[in-house]
């Protein structure tokens, strides 16, 4: 096991050492480690980071989400006392333009940041100045509904690959070829069992990709909505169905990189499975409202009205506002690719854009 203070060229090394004396290392646990470096060492967001997320394209982003978490509040019965809650603030931007945006409809819900990065937090406090940060959900106070934001949070939990060989299924691990160069092989173990048995009839080559990690926080966020109320957004990249592949990529400097070549340097991530996704939080008895292409459910909150209230407003700025808005929604921008799930308490109102 290697330690987060490391740097990337110490954890390679680890790696290395760690497969010559044991054999190769699970996929999920080098996606795991190296991500666990990556996000402990720098500040990936932005132009000058390695890429750029929603909220930071657009303030209307985090102003329509926030809207939207405000009018389920509302419609809700106004409980008290309200929590919003965000898993991966970034910058803390997200936190910043939604919390404005439910000021002005009378909704000021005190405010918890699932951050673990010191660095981040020190980002965010400047953001959100009364943010109250949590390692992970179980510190979140139980009393009172939650609103949940997760956005761009489960694409970079490590997910866990199974590939149908001539031997059987076997897990996906992580070795080294003759030059020492991370290469993918598949595992000793046989790991039929682990396969559900309508998919066990395979071609050779079928990898089948699953996040644990994913599967435990929406099954832990459906039992906060049922217990305690309220409403959460998961906004991320990936597919509405599930299917087979691997979707494995890594991103440094706003390019594609290859995500083997040096862990703890890029951001490693994979696509998200909205099914599954769904599917646990519906069997922890949240509801499920729908899972929307992020463009279509922009669009639905009136994300063109206010980039036409906001160029109005400053007629200088309006080409960069349009640019942004068409960024955010546009089939071949972020429009299909990234989903938006929303879940909330079984006696929760539906919600705008499902």
Not at 32 to 57: C, K, L, V, W
Not at 126 to 133: G, L, S, T
Not at 196 to 204: F, G, M, N
Not at 291 to 300: P, V
Request: charged share 25%; hydrophobic share 40%.
């Amino acid at each position: 096991m290697t330690t987060s203070g490391e740097p990337p060229a110490a954890l390679a090394d680890s790696f290395r050492r760690l497969i010559r004396a044991h054999g190769p290392i699970s996929l999920m646990q080098f996606m795991g480690e190296s991500n666990a470096h990556y996000y402990s060492r720098r500040e990936p967001f932005g132009e000058a980071g390695d890429f750029i997320t929603a909220p930071e394209i657009s303030q209307m982003f985090g102003e329509l989400i926030g809207l939207w978490l405000a009018d389920m509040w509302i419609r809700a019965g106004r409980t008290e006392p309200a929590h919003y809650v965000e898993l991966g603030p970034g910058r803390g931007t997200l936190a910043r333009d939604a919390t404005r945006a439910m000021k002005r409809y009378g909704f000021e819900p005190r405010r918890h940041l699932v951050e673990g990065s010191v660095a981040l937090r020190s980002e965010q406090l400047k953001q959100v100045p009364e943010a109250q940060f949590h390692d992970d959900l179980s510190s979140v106070p139980m009393e009172g509904p939650v609103l949940l934001v997760a956005n761009e949070f489960l694409d970079a939990l490590p997910v866990r690959q199974l590939v149908m060989t001539d031997h059987g299924w076997r897990e996906v691990m992580i070795g080294l070829d003759g030059e020492d160069r991370f290469i993918e092989v598949p595992g000793q173990v046989p790991m039929d069992s682990a396969v559900p048995e309508a998919r066990r009839d395979a071609p050779p080559g079928t990898v089948i990709e699953t996040c644990p990690g994913a599967a435990a926080t929406l099954f832990e966020v459906a039992g906060r909505l049922v217990k305690q109320g309220g409403a959460a957004l998961f906004i991320d990249y990936g597919y509405a169905t599930s299917r087979n592949g691997s979707s494995v990529q890594a991103v440094r400097a706003h390019r594609k990189v290859d995500w083997l070549a040096e862990p703890g340097v890029a951001d490693i991530s994979a696509h998200v499975d909205f099914a599954q996704c769904a599917a646990v939080a519906q069997s922890r008895g949240a509801r499920w409202l729908g899972t929307s292409e992020q463009g279509a459910f922009l669009k639905a909150l009136g994300i063109d009205a206010r980039a036409e209230t906001l160029a109005s407003t400053a007629p200088q700025h309006r080409e960069a506002l349009m640019a942004a808005r068409d960024r955010l929604t546009s089939p071949s921008e972020m429009g299909s690719l990234f989903k938006v799930l929303a879940l909330t308490a079984p006696d929760w109102p539906d919600g705008a854009g499902f």
